[in-house]
């Protein structure tokens, strides 16, 4: 039984005094107004309504019933409008989930560009390394930068792509022999985060595939504590380059084997979320703006560059 709709099919009788009156007043047949009331006695095993041929009238009971329904139904209404109301206003917080990476560079200028619009909207924010640590259907949006993403049935929205580089720092590799091969990697020290765990490292060039064994000098579970380990000389890094572009700019990392195809490479920035349907005005907003400002973003102007 849908108690909240036979109460309001019920109060509607006790206003009228009347089945058929209630029925047409409602938009429904007689027998679902007959089904209402008797649905709504059974489940209190009282006698609500006293119905003769001639005359609808409540018992001592219905009466009372009926003044605290109409209560209910009243605040039902007034939580209904208000939740309403603040769904079509760009108003209240949402919740995101946030890759590491796109944490470390883009969410911060696009939240504070979108709260200069939308100073009601705030934000509830999860930074998740890897994909396995979090379900995005438990959040409101999702930013995400994956080689691949989990198969979902929310909205899947790409707003763009970066490439992974290896890298390191001038001063690591000052000492070293120059690397001009994938087969020299193991006489290097190298560095993974939680999305390397794989132990191998595969190439490609007109000789064929290199599939080089790991054995790494440090493993993280934060790639921005690999960028900076890297910066600062300890080893070798497979890095996206939307994270280091900088570094790269500046001359604090240079890339290497770049006559090499790194299999794997590709990253896709993704955005995803649950439908516009269903969304709030907030979360439409947000969801809105970062496409507007999608060929801002870190990785807009660098590309793929395949």
């Given at each position: 039984m849908?108690?909240?709709?036979?109460?309001?099919i019920f109060?509607?009788v006790?206003?009228?005094?009347?089945?058929?009156?209630a029925a047409k007043?409602?938009?429904?047949s007689?027998s679902?107004?007959?089904r209402?009331?008797?649905?709504l006695?059974?489940?209190?095993?009282l006698r609500?309504?006293?119905?003769?041929?001639r005359?609808v009238s409540?018992?001592?009971?219905?009466?009372?019933?009926?003044?605290?329904c109409?209560?209910v139904l009243?605040?039902v209404?007034?939580?209904?409008?208000?939740?309403?109301?603040?769904?079509e206003?760009?108003?209240?917080?949402?919740?995101?989930?946030?890759s590491?990476?796109?944490?470390?560079t883009d969410l911060?200028?696009?939240?504070?560009?979108?709260?200069?619009?939308h100073p009601?909207?705030?934000?509830d924010?999860?930074?998740?390394?890897?994909?396995?640590?979090i379900?995005p259907?438990?959040?409101e949006?999702?930013?995400?930068?994956?080689r691949?993403?989990r198969?979902s049935s929310l909205?899947?929205?790409t707003?763009g792509r970066?490439?992974d580089?290896?890298?390191?720092?001038?001063?690591?590799?000052?000492?070293?022999?120059?690397?001009?091969?994938?087969r020299?990697l193991?006489?290097?020290?190298?560095?993974?985060?939680?999305?390397?765990?794989?132990?191998?490292?595969?190439?490609?060039?007109k000789?064929?595939?290199?599939?080089?064994?790991?054995v790494p000098?440090m493993?993280?579970?934060n790639t921005?504590?690999?960028?900076?380990?890297?910066?600062?000389?300890?080893?070798?890094a497979?890095l996206?380059?939307?994270v280091i572009?900088g570094e790269?700019e500046?001359g604090k990392?240079?890339?290497l084997?770049?006559?090499?195809d790194?299999d794997g490479k590709?990253?896709?920035?993704?955005m995803?979320?649950?439908?516009?349907?269903?969304?709030?005005?907030a979360?439409?907003?947000?969801v809105?703006?970062?496409?507007?400002?999608?060929?801002e973003?870190s990785?807009?102007?660098?590309?793929?560059?395949a």
């Amino acid at each position: 039984m849908n108690q909240l709709e036979s109460m309001r099919i019920f109060v509607k009788v006790a206003e009228c005094l009347n089945f058929g009156v209630a029925a047409k007043q409602l938009g429904i047949s007689n027998s679902a107004v007959t089904r209402g009331v008797g649905a709504l006695e059974h489940h209190l095993r009282l006698r609500l309504i006293n119905r003769t041929t001639r005359s609808v009238s409540l018992t001592q009971a219905g009466q009372s019933y009926f003044e605290s329904c109409a209560d209910v139904l009243s605040q039902v209404k007034q939580i209904e409008e208000k939740v309403r109301a603040e769904a079509e206003s760009a108003t209240g917080r949402v919740k995101i989930a946030v890759s590491a990476l796109f944490a470390a560079t883009d969410l911060p200028k696009l939240l504070t560009e979108f709260r200069k619009k939308h100073p009601l909207i705030a934000f509830d924010v999860t930074i998740y390394e890897n994909q396995a640590q979090i379900s995005p259907e438990d959040f409101e949006l999702s930013f995400m930068v994956e080689r691949k993403l989990r198969d979902s049935s929310l909205v899947c929205r790409t707003l763009g792509r970066t490439q992974d580089v290896i890298v390191a720092a001038p001063c690591y590799l000052e000492s070293r022999e120059l690397l001009l091969s994938p087969r020299d990697l193991p006489n290097y020290d190298i560095l993974l985060d939680s999305e390397s765990l794989m132990r191998y490292w595969t190439f490609k060039d007109k000789d064929g595939v290199h599939r080089v064994a790991l054995v790494p000098t440090m493993t993280a579970r934060n790639t921005c504590a690999v960028v900076r380990s890297a910066v600062a000389g300890l080893g070798v890094a497979r890095l996206p380059r939307m994270v280091i572009e900088g570094e790269l700019e500046s001359g604090k990392l240079l890339p290497l084997l770049e006559n090499f195809d790194l299999d794997g490479k590709d990253r896709t920035i993704s955005m995803l979320y649950a439908g516009q349907r269903y969304a709030t005005q907030a979360i439409r907003s947000l969801v809105d703006f970062a496409i507007e400002r999608q060929a801002e973003m870190s990785f807009a102007s660098r590309g793929a560059h395949a």
